[in-house]
């Protein structure tokens, strides 16, 4: 049996202890938000935390992202007629001459590029995808696009590969005039459902949805999904990508 006192002191030392506890508590929420504002922002302007929230995101999504996980397709029969025009960035110029262009292609980092014309891109195997588009910007669609795999692509010319045996970590799509860029993963880029694109609606790509080749990349929101691809390069680190630079998570997975 305890006597009187040492229950009394217990119960005094529990008191003590759940005081102690919530005072902790409370230092650790001001201490955490002081170290928060005092955090150093970075290129975009986002705090440090913000940022390194973004970027852990990044990794789980990295994580659980699987090729296998495809995104849902539809009848061709619901894809709209005419898609909604958006983003006009290095595409401004009307005058293009889709005729002469061919896609410059380097295979490996710094290397002088090669290039590629529109037959021996449509020589390959072609696949069509009819999904729901969704840009960031909150609106949404079903489209109808046509084109070859990236993924057939890059085995075709032996792209991708550092040394026939390691994947670079990222693929970079820019316009001709380097106006818009995009840097992708190289798992999204080799998805099933990703294609360079050269048909809408069965027919061929109109320049305003980026002829003669646009990326369609259906796991990624629109903003990856670069109109009239004039450069493809191969990089481990991120590559510069037009709207990371003006604050949006670099993956703009779905
Ligand atoms: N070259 C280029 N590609 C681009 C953009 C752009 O500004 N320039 N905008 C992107 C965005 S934000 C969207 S939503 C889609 C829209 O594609 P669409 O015009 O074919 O519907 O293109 C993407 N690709
Ligand atoms: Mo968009």
Not at 92 to 100: K, N
Not at 199 to 209: A, I, Q, S
Not at 238 to 247: A, L, N, S, V
Request: negative net charge; hydrophobic residues 35%.
């Amino acid at each position: 049996m305890e006597d009187d006192k040492t229950v009394e002191r217990k119960i005094r030392r529990r008191q003590f202890l759940s005081f102690a506890a919530f005072a902790g508590l409370g230092l650790g929420v001001v201490g955490t938000w002081r170290w928060f504002r005092g955090l150093p922002e970075d290129e975009n302007g986002l705090p440090g935390f913000t940022r390194r929230v973004l970027d852990f995101d990044e990794k789980l999504n990295d994580g659980i992202f699987s090729q296998s996980h495809l995104a849902k397709t539809f009848p061709t029969t619901m894809a709209s007629a005419k898609p909604r025009v958006n983003g006009r960035y290095g595409v401004e110029d009307e005058d293009f001459d889709t005729a002469s262009w061919k896609l410059r292609v380097e295979k490996q980092p710094g290397a002088e590029p090669f290039e590629v014309s529109i037959d021996e891109i449509k020589a390959l195997p072609k696949t069509d995808i009819c999904f729901q588009f969704k840009c960031i910007e909150g609106w949404d669609e079903i489209v109808h696009y046509g084109g070859v795999r990236f993924a057939d692509f890059l085995r075709h010319f032996n792209l991708g590969q550092k040394d026939g045996r390691d994947w670079h970590n990222y693929i970079a799509l820019e316009t001709p005039d380097g106006g818009y860029y995009v840097g992708l993963d190289m798992k999204s880029a080799m998805h099933p459902q990703s294609i360079l694109c050269y048909e809408l609606n069965g027919r061929p790509l109109p320049v305003e949805h980026g002829a003669p080749l646009r990326l369609v990349i259906p796991v990624k929101y629109g903003v990856k999904n670069l109109k009239r691809i004039g450069l493809m390069y191969f990089s481990d680190d991120k590559p510069r990508d037009y709207w990371h630079e003006r604050g949006y998570v670099y993956d703009a997975a779905l």
